[in-house]
């Protein structure tokens, strides 16, 4: 996205023209960025070609998930719409995994029943359950066990997930356990060990600690896993200054270990592959002076995008017309639902505003759509995917009547 005379345009659209035809608030990505940041991810770890699985809880729009898919990649899934989305955009079952602390009996059946790579599992309870389910229907299930690495991911403590107080994965002696129980089980097969410490990482040392525990532990069982799967959680530059994961020192770390141990390596990108495609188009309703704030009163909300309300996530926010020669004013950027935690952002010195224009949330492909809900009675926002010149509904505006 970027400013061409003074419009802020996706690939060859103007924000200015998108809101004029689609409305407010909308959702719009790029497939231009889509496809680079797929590309790039690729690129980055080639020397080993690991098996991509798009996280989809990230973004879980079907027609995005099938241009994913085009690009060879898989998907990640945490629960049964999760993979009946990732089933229904064609992605291959032999490139599905299935993470998650809680999955039902009715998730499992319904994944074994679609042949998935792996169900990795992340309790005694939930293996115990697979076998029980695999043996009633006389089938071999692949699983993986998720590891809890005690590994701290540097990132807000909300995402972290790979902490041993965090409630995800099992710890050694658990895994080691779980490894001897299935090596007697007729109905389950052990192929992986997966792990995924936490989101928006920025910081390479967290994942290189965290191989050397992987190493570790492998060691110590004797045991080959034909995949290790590191998860996701690669982070991104949010504010544009290009603090964000070092690919190639991820890479380096984990060639290092492959040295040691022969295994496809398996990723569950989610925000790195899709954030920054998209954008939150949003009309100013009202501005109003309270004291000495200027709330500029947004048609966009925490319900259509939770990250800041959520996570304290910061967001770029600018104005889809560039002005030059205009006053410059501090203003608190908020939606109009009853909670003061609906807030975007506060920026100084931004340009003066009026009310009816448009602003622009950057970076909120991730974690944007996928978090919204229907608070207030707020019928969720269009989806509008952007290749050049051309622009495609991908998710309908939900209507009033679809709520009530
Ligand atoms: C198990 C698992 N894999 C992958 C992801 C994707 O993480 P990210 O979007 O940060 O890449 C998540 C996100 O929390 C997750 O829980």
């Given at each position: 996205?970027?400013?061409?005379?003074?419009?802020?345009?996706?690939?060859?659209?103007?924000?200015?023209?998108?809101?004029?035809?689609?409305?407010?608030?909308?959702?719009?990505?790029?497939?231009?960025?889509?496809?680079?940041?797929?590309?790039?991810?690729?690129?980055?770890?080639?020397?080993?070609?690991?098996?991509?699985?798009?996280?989809?809880?990230?973004?879980?729009?079907?027609?995005?998930?099938?241009e994913i898919k085009k690009f060879g990649l898989g998907a990640d899934v945490v629960s049964i719409g999760?993979?009946?989305?990732?089933?229904?955009?064609?992605?291959?079952?032999?490139?599905?995994?299935?993470?998650?602390?809680?999955?039902?009996?009715?998730?499992?059946?319904?994944?074994?029943?679609?042949?998935?790579?792996?169900?990795?599992?992340?309790?005694?309870?939930?293996?115990?359950?697979?076998?029980?389910?695999?043996?009633?229907?006389?089938?071999?299930?692949?699983?993986?066990?998720?590891?809890?690495?005690?590994?701290?991911?540097?990132?807000?403590?909300?995402?972290?997930?790979?902490?041993?107080?965090?409630?995800?994965?099992?710890?050694?002696?658990?895994?080691?356990?779980?490894?001897?129980?299935?090596?007697?089980?007729?109905?389950?097969?052990?192929?992986?060990?997966?792990?995924?410490?936490?989101?928006?990482?920025?910081?390479?040392?967290?994942?290189?600690?965290?191989?050397?525990?992987?190493?570790?532990?492998?060691?110590?069982?004797?045991?080959?896993?034909?995949?290790?799967?590191?998860?996701?959680?690669?982070?991104?530059?949010?504010?544009?200054?290009?603090?964000?994961?070092?690919?190639?020192?991820?890479?380096?770390?984990?060639?290092?270990?492959?040295?040691?141990?022969?295994?496809?390596?398996?990723?569950?990108?989610?925000?790195?592959?899709?954030?920054?495609?998209?954008?939150?188009?949003?009309?100013?309703?009202?501005?109003?002076?309270?004291?000495?704030?200027?709330?500029?009163?947004?048609?966009?909300?925490?319900?259509?995008?939770?990250?800041?309300?959520?996570?304290?996530?910061?967001?770029?926010?600018?104005?889809?017309?560039?002005?030059?020669?205009?006053l410059k004013k501090n203003y608190e950027f908020v939606g109009p639902i009853c909670e003061s935690t609906?807030?975007?952002?506060?920026?100084?010195?931004?340009?003066?505003?009026?009310?009816?224009?448009?602003?622009?949330?950057?970076?909120?492909?991730?974690?944007?759509?996928?978090?919204?809900?229907?608070?207030?009675?707020?019928?969720?926002?269009?989806?509008?995917?952007?290749?050049?010149?051309?622009?495609?509904?991908?998710?309908?505006?939900?209507?009033?009547?679809?709520?009530?």
């Open positions: 996205m970027k400013y061409i005379s003074k419009k802020l345009t996706v690939e060859k659209i103007s924000i200015q023209n998108v809101a004029k035809k689609f409305g407010t608030p909308a959702y719009c990505y790029s497939y231009t960025q889509l496809k680079k940041n797929i590309n790039n991810f690729k690129k980055s770890f080639k020397s080993f070609s690991p098996l991509i699985c798009f996280a989809v809880k990230s973004n879980t729009n079907i027609s995005l998930i099938q999760e993979l009946m989305i990732a089933i229904k955009a064609g992605v291959n079952p032999k490139k599905i995994v299935f993470s998650g602390v809680g999955k039902t009996s009715t998730e499992l059946s319904y994944a074994i029943d679609k042949k998935i790579l792996l169900i990795n599992a992340e309790s005694k309870s939930e293996v115990n359950e697979i076998d029980r389910i695999a043996k009633l229907k006389k089938k071999k299930v692949q699983i993986g066990i998720r590891l809890n690495p005690n590994t701290d991911a540097k990132t807000l403590t909300q995402i972290s997930t790979g902490k041993k107080e965090n409630k995800f994965g099992v710890n050694d002696k658990t895994f080691f356990e779980i490894v001897n129980y299935c090596k007697s089980s007729s109905n389950i097969e052990l192929k992986c060990l997966s792990v995924h410490i936490g989101s928006q990482i920025l910081d390479y040392k967290p994942y290189e600690k965290m191989l050397k525990v992987i190493d570790k532990i492998i060691k110590k069982i004797n045991f080959k896993f034909e995949f290790i799967d590191l998860g996701g959680g690669m982070g991104i530059s949010y504010n544009n200054d290009n603090n964000k994961l070092d690919y190639k020192k991820y890479n380096f770390a984990i060639k290092k270990f492959l040295k040691k141990h022969k295994s496809k390596i398996i990723f569950e990108p989610g925000r790195s592959i899709i954030a920054n495609t998209g954008s939150l188009i949003s009309k100013i309703i009202y501005i109003k002076k309270n004291g000495k704030k200027n709330f500029v009163i947004l048609d966009a909300a925490m319900n259509d995008l939770m990250r800041p309300a959520l996570y304290g996530a910061i967001h770029r926010t600018l104005p889809s017309i560039k002005k030059n020669n205009v609906d807030k975007f952002t506060s920026l100084k010195n931004f340009q003066e505003l009026k009310e009816k224009d448009i602003i622009v949330i950057c970076d909120v492909g991730a974690y944007g759509m996928s978090l919204s809900s229907n608070y207030n009675v707020r019928p969720k926002p269009v989806e509008l995917l952007i290749k050049g010149s051309k622009i495609k509904v991908i998710r309908k505006r939900q209507k009033h009547k679809d709520l009530i």
